[in-house]
């Protein structure tokens, strides 16, 4: 096999590498809106969003990725349709294997966002809420600057995990058609006759990219933590 | 805090923003056509290493736009997701091969016949198979999702066979060469192309019996395979037959085929070959 | 957006089967998982270099690549280098269903490592060191005292994991072997009728996922009866413990490697 070409086949899986981080960022923006969303619902403790929430969380974190994503990629111009059918339009919009996985990843990994988010939002101490009342903070700025700070900061764990399934996650919408770089290892594995060298170069890139992203993840933390003091290890009980 | 936020923001959302909508959506456009081929079915369709698709079928389907004066986005995907595809308006068009068995005549519209390929078993050369229920008991046989052999083998052989599915044929031919399949059921053209005229193929032997899937009263000179458009599209179906039957009638035909394939494999074209001898 | 009953009652055995190889294929991988990760993660934290440094790498490894590229690598990578030969190893590569429990078990062991590490390390030293000081030998004090409770402390963040995974196997089609998801796309290719399979196959998966978690609500029930009244460490635990997350490291706060 000459080097020429083992090498044109190694260019290929960069392509596919930046189709799957394209995929994963806006699939973690979206996901992470998505969950934010539902969690601000759930705080308003109204039964029907609360009815909402279990329903959507019950579909959607009971039901593999994959099948989310092959539903949304040949379902969904039928779905859009019906929905905007409602309105009484008829579009004819087909939707690709990357939005396909784009609203997959939104509407399950949301769901996974929004349960980190809620926890997050629920261990802010109540008093911070009260404090910052008492003191006629507007409710605006209450949140944007007292509760998110302290939110992103306990939910950065979860959320640092989320991005790390999203980024895999990834790799499921190759099963819709998306030539991302798990699809194209695989044409160049069968081309090349050279499995190993190639599911290892594309095993390298997930390994390094999200070991690079939990660094960023703990660079972040550290920032987040400023000023908090730490609580003594459970271990020093005794 | 919040400039970091913003900079997040901007940073994960951007892709999403700037993404073309091609990216998010096949729309057709009234003035662009998309069609689909499968990418992996050598000769008749490969991706080369430059990622470029090349094969016969697409080279011919890009001379057919240009002879329908449209321009044309010919979109790879795995065969089992082309008719599909099709059905939802995802495509325009199938440009690869495709056999008018019962089930599908119903549901698309099928062009004027483009080439011959008759459906064979290809089995290891000293293997002895009674193409029988008792046969081919427990046998692991290649097959790709979607394809007309595929149902046929399922439904004539049902349960006796073990059934191993795939994408397309080169992954059928690399597990048959490694063992894990035991024989296949698939295209004449093709497999004696990537197979049996191969040096890897010597292991391998087609026997003669060659198996029409289509409509059975079919005279045997018309026993073709098509391209498909969706039912409601005959005005585009008229143009796709127009432009291919100048190709195959001004010898353009021929001369991309023999780029791929050194024999003929429509009698239509039987005026552009030279006498042999 | 139509559902046929008909179809889908039609395709029921073959659906039926597929759900018995996801049922087969996950427990399998959940049991060899399990036991590989409880011996990893103690020579993670073992003083012996090499021991720490190979499990480590084991974990970075086979949990930082998708469950799909490892699939490939062994079906195709170890089918290829192995699969023509005869003998155990032939046999063993040749076969599809075997090479994905292989896959699977490298990436699902290396999320149970860092689960049970995190168990370990959440024990109380002063327990552990009570315990040296009583005069307990090393193995009783890892097999009887901070093993079990380490279970308890991972005990969410393995029920997620093993929920997760479940519903990871529906990817094992890619090697041919055929689950509920294959069946189901198979009928799709067939019939161009997404919806009917698809949701029907989505339906038997919602099942599988509840069923689980019930029954793993119960096991956490049992093990955790004397704990009903000391909410607020489970509480800590439960904020961390999301999507593939393994169990916290003590203090609350860190992230979760």
Partial sequence: MPLQDLLGYLAQLLGGAAITVELAFSGYACALTVGTAWALLRRLDNPVGNAAWRAYASIFMGVPSVLVIFLFYYGGSAIIGGLVGIVGLRPRVDVSPFAAGLAALTVVQGAYSAEVISGAMRNVPRGQFEAARALGIRPYQVWWYVIMPQVARLALPGLTNIWVSVLKDTTLVALAGLNEIVARSRTAAGATKEPFLFFIAAALFFIVFSAATLKFSAGIERRLDRGIARPVSAGAEA | ?277 | MKFDPALALHSLPDMLHGLWATIALAASVVALGLLIAIPLAVARDSRHPVLAWSAAAYVIFFRGTPAMILLFFVYFGFGQVFGARDGFLGALFSNAFLCAVIGFTLNHSSYVTEIVRGGLLAVPKGLVEAAAALGIEPRDVFLRIRLPLAIRYGLKAYQNEVILFTKATAVVSVITVVDLTAVANNIFYDTYDPFTPLLTAAAFYWVLVNLLRIGLARVDAWLNAHLKADESRGQAIAVHSTARAPAPLAPLGEPAQ
């Fill in chain 2, 1 to 277: 805090m919040k400039k970091t936020l913003v900079a997040f923001a901007i940073a994960a959302f951007l892709p999403t923003f700037t993404a073309r909508a091609d990216k998010l959506t096949f729309t057709a456009r009234a003035d662009k056509l998309t069609f689909g081929n499968e990418g992996v079915y050598p000769p008749f369709s490969m991706v080369d290493a430059s990622g470029k698709l090349t094969g016969f079928e697409p080279e011919l389907a890009r001379e057919m736009c240009k002879r329908m004066d449209a321009e044309c986005d010919i979109v790879v995907m795995d065969f089992k997701a082309l008719i599909p595809s099709l059905l939802q308006g995802k495509l325009d068009g199938v440009v690869s091969q495709i056999t008018p068995t019962p089930e599908r005549v119903g549901k698309v519209l099928f062009s004027r016949i483009l080439l011959q390929n008759l459906y064979s078993f290809v089995v290891p050369v000293n293997s002895n198979y009674a193409f029988t229920k008792e046969g081919l008991k427990g046998v692991k046989v290649g097959l790709t999702r979607g394809g007309a052999p595929a149902k046929y083998m399922v439904d004539a052989f049902g349960d006796a066979i073990v059934p191993v599915w795939y994408d397309n044929q080169d992954q059928i031919k690399l597990e048959m060469l490694n063992g894990r399949v035991d024989m296949t059921f698939g295209a004449r053209v093709n497999w004696r192309l990537e197979l049996l005229d191969k040096p890897e193929g010597k292991g391998w032997k087609m026997p003669d019996e060659a198996f029409w899937l289509g409509d059975p009263k079919t005279p045997e000179d018309r026993r073709g395979l098509s391209w498909i458009v969706r039912p409601g599209d005959e005005k585009l179906l008229e143009r796709m037959n127009a432009a291919l039957t100048s190709i195959i009638e001004d010898c353009t035909y021929t001369k991309l085929r023999s780029q791929f394939i050194q024999f003929s494999i429509l009698p239509a074209e039987a005026h552009c070959l030279k006498p042999s001898g």
